[in-house]
């Protein structure tokens, strides 16, 4: 049971527009949602997150969206980077952290120069 | 760095054999969690201990067991193992049992043949 779904296995943008990066969750109890960057041959690094009494959160280029209606998250990164091609992992977790955090599968973003 | 120390980072062992997986977290984090993630899947989590004891428990096979020891380092032991338990295994720490912004190791690559 895949409770925090990223639907594009991978997505390329041109360096210095918008990168769009979705994820969907189906368990209404998560609370805190979290976006990981991963290069490869190295271990995942927290990004940004939010928490469900908000529904945006900005730091620097990345901001994230939330949407609990629907069960929407999304990061933006505005302008894209050649450093910014990594996979990007979106987590969930309930009661604010306190449990553990459930993760997709996973964006692999390439940025073209 | 991101201060979380896994060894080794490659093993390569015959299936039915015993291997052990080490973690040291950043100095100060109490909470340890370990992770799996096999080929295009997310990360799958296995098991958190705070402070020694054991906190949750994910989708951990019986075959797989963990502790943490008094100088906050941990151990995962995998048994019997089978073709199917390759996979990357990350340990990540956070200085609270709040499994929010947890730093993450680089992984220890696990290959069975």
């Known amino acids: 049971d895949q409770q925090v779904k990223q639907n594009s296995p991978s997505l390329s943008v041109q360096e210095g527009r918008i990168s769009i990066l979705n994820c969907d969750y189906t368990?209404?109890?998560?609370?805190?949602f979290l976006w990981y960057k991963k290069y490869p041959a190295e271990g995942p690094t927290f990004l940004i997150s939010?928490?469900?009494?908000?529904d945006k959160n900005e730091d620097g280029r990345f901001t994230v969206f939330l949407n609990k209606s629907a069960k929407h998250l999304s990061l933006h990164i505005v302008p894209s980077q050649p450093g910014d091609s990594a996979v990007y992992f979106c987590?969930?977790?309930?009661?604010?952290?306190?449990?553990?955090?459930?993760f997709g599968t996973g964006t692999r973003l390439t940025i073209i120069p | 760095d991101s201060g979380v120390t896994q060894t080794p980072k490659h093993l390569i062992t015959a299936t039915g054999q015993r291997v052990t997986l080490r973690c040291s977290p950043r100095?100060?984090?109490?909470?340890v969690y370990w992770y799996q993630q096999s080929l295009d899947q997310g990360l799958q989590f296995l098991i958190q201990?705070?402070?020694?004891?054991?906190?949750a428990k994910g989708n951990i096979l019986e075959r797989f067991s963990a502790q943490q020891f008094p100088d906050l380092h941990s151990e995962l032991n995998l048994s019997s193992l089978e073709l199917g338990d390759s996979a990357l295994y990350f340990c990540?720490?956070?200085?609270?049992?709040?499994?929010?912004?947890?730093?993450f190791g680089q992984g220890t690559r696990l290959t069975v043949v």
């Open positions: 990540a720490s956070s200085p609270v049992v709040m499994n929010t912004e947890a730093f």
């Open positions: 368990n209404s109890m998560f609370d805190y």
């Open positions: 939010i928490s469900s009494i908000k």
């Open positions: 987590a969930a977790n309930r009661n604010f952290g306190n449990e553990k955090l459930t």
């Open positions: 100095s100060g984090d109490l909470s």
């Open positions: 201990y705070y402070n020694g004891e054991e906190r």
